[in-house]
């Protein structure tokens, strides 16, 4: 039997089956008698690289099983294969060739966090965001059926990504089309169904057989020739299956729902798996796991294991933890609390991201004013809309990857309207290890255009506590934009104070050069300032822009630098252009930020100074550009 894990190991596991299956091809040559030992030391390999590197950790633990019988059963990658969000990829990434790449996961020129396609022929579909999996196998199942090809498409999805709405629109659209797919829900919290045991495994097994397809398939064409029988006959068979499992929703939407079955019996896996490979049509199997199964405190707490960071030595010197202020996250957390003390119409949305946007506190204070939507960005910002609509002061926290899926959201139903929401939003710029699928490169740009919208960058932990008051207060759609991480522990002024709208503030005065910073760079810039006597100005807001002082600057400059962590394309920078040319004034400009490419995966300082936005870059950059 499987092992159950107190500690993650730190020295590199004996791991002889495993050492047998670097590919599906390998895999598959083992017997199948072999797999309960082979699943436990994938476990301990699981355990002991993530443990090395830091990453995803509670997901992969436990799809263990699901992931063995998947490519055992399946001939893996001609038949595709397709995760949804890739948290639980790792077992995957470890059986399709990547092993001994797995010391390199996360990190800057290693292998990525996520599937990518450009990683492996495994990796039949990118992923980072939730809920694109029964899609995009959709797509590959209907090109398979173009190409005349028999090659099977499976998706597997969690019971959380199951939540947002892209799932059911593919789940819906897939009947119309008659694709031969497979659908695996991935149920790790039982947020379904709790029907799990005996009967409900014996029953997968013989509702997937062949014997009940033909049986099924044979009274169809016999009663169809009779009025009226067939649908009598059909909804029978619905109702009885519904009395005994829990797929009757699936059913209506023209799914052969099987399950729910346990996702770590390895015979019923693999039973049920070969019958329902062979099936015609759509097929729906629902299998019930244990998030962090095989690693007793993730078990009890999949929420705190969802992810660890990196293990040090035992013997290790202990680490001299640099002073730091609050995690970002941390004071909008806290000032949410403040200002619900303050009025009672402010209410919280977030779109499944309670913990990582700190809003455990206020959830739990003001429960009655906290609304988790799940994995479902573009409802979170209309339902915001309609609060805002009947006097309420809608808080919408969400990650800027995230708020990309709610866009038209945001500019029909809020924008459009004119209606009082205040978006706080999260990893805003580069995000570091999980790579671009997750980096707010985007925000500022997207933001820009549309018409009304109030947007500031804050600089510090001083600077969002007052701009997240500013942009509450504001009458219309607004947004704040912070990152991840800690800031440089500026005092907080307790006061819930607005700024005033559309002013940046000189921080120091140089001559020559001026350096706009839009957001965090601040500090950065300043010391740059300081080497080479530049004026260096805390812009704040990048809609509306403060013109009276880019004006000024360019009157008394050379050339001006903008800065900002979002795409150089159509970001801060762009606006400065933009109303220099409207105002016919001829200025010398750089503009600093994200380039018109992918950033991958790194450490966050490391992708910092790629991009040159560290002290060096924004140096080097500049006396570059005086031809110095």
């Given at each position: 039997?499987?092992t159950t894990?107190?500690?993650?190991?730190?020295?590199?596991?004996?791991?002889?089956l495993?050492?047998?299956?670097?590919?599906?091809?390998?895999?598959?040559?083992?017997?199948?008698?072999?797999?309960?030992?082979?699943?436990?030391?994938?476990r301990?390999?699981?355990?002991?690289?993530?443990?090395?590197?830091?990453?995803?950790?509670?997901?992969?633990?436990?799809?263990?099983?699901?992931t063995?019988?998947?490519?055992?059963?399946?001939?893996?990658?001609?038949?595709?294969?397709?995760?949804?969000?890739?948290?639980?990829?790792?077992?995957?990434?470890?059986?399709?060739?990547?092993?001994e790449?797995?010391?390199?996961?996360?990190?800057?020129?290693?292998i990525?966090?996520?599937?990518r396609?450009?990683?492996?022929?495994?990796?039949?579909?990118?992923?980072?965001?939730?809920?694109?999996?029964?899609?995009?196998?959709?797509?590959?199942?209907?090109?398979a059926?173009?190409?005349?090809?028999?090659?099977?498409?499976?998706?597997?999805?969690?019971?959380?990504?199951?939540?947002?709405?892209?799932?059911?629109?593919?789940?819906?659209?897939?009947?119309?089309?008659?694709?031969?797919?497979?659908?695996?829900?991935?149920?790790?919290?039982?947020?379904?169904?709790?029907?799990?045991?005996?009967?409900?495994?014996?029953?997968?097994k013989?509702?997937?057989?062949?014997?009940?397809?033909?049986?099924?398939?044979?009274?169809?064409?016999?009663?169809?020739?009779?009025?009226?029988?067939?649908?009598?006959a059909?909804?029978?068979?619905?109702?009885?299956?519904?009395m005994?499992?829990?797929g009757?929703?699936?059913?209506?939407?023209?799914?052969?729902?099987?399950?729910?079955?346990?996702?770590?019996?390895?015979?019923?896996?693999?039973?049920?798996?070969?019958?329902?490979?062979?099936?015609?049509?759509?097929?729906?199997?629902?299998?019930?796991?244990?998030?962090?199964?095989?690693f007793?405190p993730?078990?009890?707490?999949?929420?705190?294991?969802?992810?660890?960071?990196?293990?040090?030595p035992?013997?290790?010197?202990a680490?001299?933890?640099?002073?730091?202020?609050?995690?970002?996250?941390?004071?909008?957390?806290?000032?949410?609390?403040?200002?619900?003390?303050?009025?009672?119409?402010?209410?919280?949305?977030?779109?499944?991201?309670k913990?990582?946007?700190?809003?455990?506190?206020?959830?739990?204070?003001?429960?009655?004013?906290?609304?988790?939507?799940a994995?479902?960005?573009?409802?979170?910002?209309?339902?915001?809309?309609?609060?805002?609509?009947?006097?309420?002061?809608?808080?919408?926290?969400?990650?800027?990857?995230?708020?990309?899926?709610?866009?038209?959201?945001?500019?029909?139903?809020?924008?459009?309207?004119?209606?009082?929401?205040?978006?706080?939003?999260?990893?805003?710029?580069?995000?570091?290890?999980?790579?671009?699928?997750?980096?707010?490169?985007?925000?500022?740009?997207?933001?820009?255009?549309?018409?009304?919208?109030?947007?500031?960058?804050?600089?510090?932990?001083?600077?969002?506590?007052?701009?997240?008051?500013?942009?509450?207060?504001?009458?219309?759609?607004?947004?704040?934009?912070?990152p991840?991480?800690?800031?440089?522990?500026?005092?907080?002024?307790?006061?819930?104070?607005?700024?005033?709208?559309?002013?940046?503030?000189?921080?120091?005065?140089?001559?020559?050069?001026?350096?706009?910073?839009?957001?965090?760079?601040?500090?950065?810039?300043?010391?740059?300032?300081?080497?080479?006597?530049?004026?260096?100005?805390?812009?704040?807001?990048?809609?509306?822009?403060?013109?009276?002082?880019?004006?000024?600057?360019?009157?008394?400059?050379?050339?001006?630098?903008?800065?900002?962590?979002?795409?150089?394309?159509?970001?801060?920078?762009?606006?400065?252009?933009?109303?220099?040319?409207?105002?016919?004034?001829l200025?010398?400009?750089?503009?600093?930020?994200?380039?018109?490419?992918?950033?991958?995966?790194?450490?966050?300082?490391?992708m910092?100074?790629?991009?040159?936005?560290?002290?060096?870059?924004?140096?080097?950059?500049?006396?570059?550009?005086?031809?110095?």
């Amino acid at each position: 039997m499987p092992t159950t894990f107190h500690e993650i190991p730190r020295e590199r596991p004996l791991t002889p089956l495993l050492d047998r299956a670097n590919t599906p091809d390998e895999l598959r040559r083992l017997g199948e008698a072999e797999l309960e030992t082979l699943a436990d030391e994938l476990r301990q390999y699981l355990l002991y690289t993530v443990g090395q590197t830091g990453g995803h950790f509670g997901a992969g633990l436990g799809v263990v099983e699901l992931t063995l019988a998947l490519h055992y059963v399946f001939d893996t990658p001609d038949d595709r294969l397709v995760w949804d969000v890739g948290h639980q990829a790792y077992p995957h990434k470890i059986l399709t060739g990547r092993r001994e790449r797995m010391s390199t996961l996360r990190q800057k020129d290693g292998i990525a966090a996520f599937p990518r396609r450009s990683e492996s022929e495994y990796d039949t579909f990118g992923v980072g965001h939730s809920s694109t999996s029964i899609s995009a196998a959709l797509g590959m199942a209907i090109a398979a059926q173009r190409q005349g090809s028999k090659r099977k498409s499976v998706a597997v999805i969690g019971d959380g990504a199951l939540t947002a709405g892209m799932a059911f629109e593919a789940l819906n659209h897939a009947a119309d089309v008659k694709a031969n797919m497979l659908v695996v829900l991935n149920d790790n919290d039982m947020s379904i169904s709790k029907n799990v045991g005996g009967l409900s495994n014996y029953l997968a097994k013989i509702l997937s057989s062949r014997t009940y397809a033909n049986v099924r398939e044979g009274s169809k064409k016999v009663l169809s020739k009779l009025p009226g029988a067939w649908e009598i006959a059909r909804k029978t068979e619905e109702h009885a299956k519904g009395m005994l499992v829990s797929g009757t929703m699936f059913e209506e939407l023209g799914w052969n729902y099987i399950g729910p079955i346990d996702g770590h019996d390895l015979p019923t896996l693999l039973a049920t798996l070969r019958n329902m490979r062979d099936l015609e049509g759509l097929q729906f199997l629902h299998v019930v796991t244990k998030k962090g199964k095989g690693f007793a405190p993730a078990e009890v707490d999949p929420i705190v294991y969802h992810a660890i960071t990196k293990l040090e030595p035992i013997n290790a010197p202990a680490k001299v933890k640099k002073p730091s202020g609050p995690k970002y996250s941390s004071v909008f957390g806290q000032w949410l609390c403040e200002m619900a003390a303050s009025d009672e119409r402010l209410m919280a949305i977030t779109p499944a991201m309670k913990e990582g946007s700190d809003l455990v506190a206020f959830s739990e204070l003001y429960a009655d004013r906290y609304f988790d939507v799940a994995i479902a960005e573009q409802h979170a910002v209309t339902l915001a809309a309609g609060m805002a609509c009947e006097g309420a002061k809608p808080v919408v926290a969400i990650y800027s990857t995230f708020l990309q899926r709610a866009y038209d959201q945001l500019i029909h139903d809020v924008a459009v309207q004119n209606l009082d929401v205040l978006f706080a939003i999260d990893r805003a710029g580069l995000v570091g290890e999980d790579g671009p699928t997750h980096a707010g490169s985007f925000d500022l740009s997207y933001l820009r255009c549309v018409p009304g919208m109030l947007i500031m960058t804050p600089s510090d932990e001083n600077e969002l506590h007052h701009m997240l008051t500013t942009g509450y207060q504001f009458k219309g759609p607004a947004a704040v934009r912070y990152p991840r991480g800690s800031g440089p522990n500026a005092a907080i002024d307790r006061e819930l104070t607005p700024l005033p709208i559309g002013k940046g503030v000189i921080r120091r005065r140089g001559q020559g050069v001026a350096l706009l910073v839009f957001g965090v760079q601040l500090a950065e810039a300043l010391r740059v300032g300081e080497t080479l006597n530049a004026t260096v100005v805390d812009m704040r807001f990048v809609k509306p822009l403060d013109e009276a002082l880019v004006s000024e600057l360019a009157a008394s400059h050379e050339l001006l630098v903008t800065i900002e962590e979002n795409s150089v394309m159509g970001g801060a920078g762009s606006a400065v252009s933009e109303f220099l040319a409207r105002s016919g004034t001829l200025q010398p400009m750089l503009h600093l930020g994200l380039p018109d490419s992918y950033v991958e995966h790194a450490r966050p300082e490391q992708m910092l100074a790629e991009c040159g936005l560290d002290e060096a870059g924004i140096e080097a950059a500049i006396r570059t550009r005086l031809g110095q």
